[in-house]
């Protein structure tokens, strides 16, 4: 994989991890209240598993930056949506206070992506 191919992945998963950190979006997407964009819980979840290979960046990370806080952030996210049971409806999940932390889960790495304190 080229330098190039990596930075394309990286960007792209770090977009499919701000969705999973964005409630506000979520709420308008997931419950048809947005005119530009339509998403559900499956649906972020599957870009990010599926289309971004999360646990794949996760090990990618690890070999190469070493196991720091980000990648302790970003094994934790992992573990807290593997051990998820979305409830039934989208529209539960948006106040289940188990996803609600997954969502804070996902914000702490957006930041420290964007902190630049990572390589």
Not at 14 to 42: C, E, H, P, T
Not at 66 to 80: P, S, T
Not at 93 to 118: G, R, Y
Request: hydrophobic share 40%; net charge negative; aromatic share 12%.
């Amino acid at each position: 994989m080229t330098q190039e191919d990596i930075n394309i992945w990286e960007i792209n998963l770090f977009n499919a991890i701000k969705d999973v950190s964005d409630l506000d979006m979520q709420r308008k997407a997931w419950l048809g209240k947005s005119l530009d964009y339509v998403s559900s819980f499956s649906e972020i979840i599957s870009i990010l598993y599926d289309d971004f290979d999360f646990k794949k960046y996760i090990d990618y990370y690890e070999r190469n930056h070493k196991e720091n806080e980000f990648c302790l952030q970003m094994k934790k996210l992992d573990e807290m949506i593997s051990n998820y049971k979305p409830l039934i409806s989208d529209e539960s999940i948006l106040f289940d206070i188990n996803w609600i932390e997954i969502t804070k889960q996902a914000k702490i790495i957006i930041e420290l992506k964007n902190s630049n304190l990572i390589s």
